[in-house]
Nanobody, 121 residues
Framework: QVQLVESGGGLVQPGGSLRLSCVAS????????MGWYRQAPGKQRELVAV???????NYADSVKGRFAISRDNAEKTVTLQMNSLKPEDTAVYYC???????????????WGQGTQVTVSS
């Protein structure tokens, strides 16, 4: 059974930093794009950052220059370094990954359970 598990969320003051990690486990053959999404109360889930298998990255305009996504293919992890945090960054953050795994075996996008990030003074 393939799983994605996030960690690193918590409470931080505005201007602070937080590092989120996500680890994929289970019967995984290959991992393609990996990303981070977030969902604030009353809002739709939005893309924060994505990183391809080859390491190319893209960010939402709202986080450019503040967040950095990275991955370790050997460890099957994706990380989101969040700096200069703002109250509007408060949300549940989810990692996802386009993977071949199973059962059932095949390629699909998997989601983590989410980790809460709260930015407040």
């Amino acid at each position: 059974q393939v799983q994605l598990v996030e960690s690193g969320g918590g409470l931080v003051q505005p201007g602070g930093s937080l590092r989120l990690s996500c680890v994929a486990s289970g019967s995984i053959f290959s991992i393609y794009d990996m990303g981070w999404y977030r969902q604030a109360p009353g809002k739709q889930r939005e893309l924060v950052a994505v990183i391809t298998k080859g390491g190319s990255t893209n960010y939402a305009d709202s986080v450019k220059g503040r967040f950095a996504i990275s991955r370790d293919n050997a460890e099957k992890t994706v990380t989101l370094q969040m700096n200069s945090l703002k109250p509007e960054d408060t949300a549940v953050y989810y990692c996802n990954a386009d993977m071949i795994g199973g059962p059932p075996y095949g390629r699909r996008v998997y989601w983590g359970q989410g980790t809460q990030v709260t930015v407040s003074s």
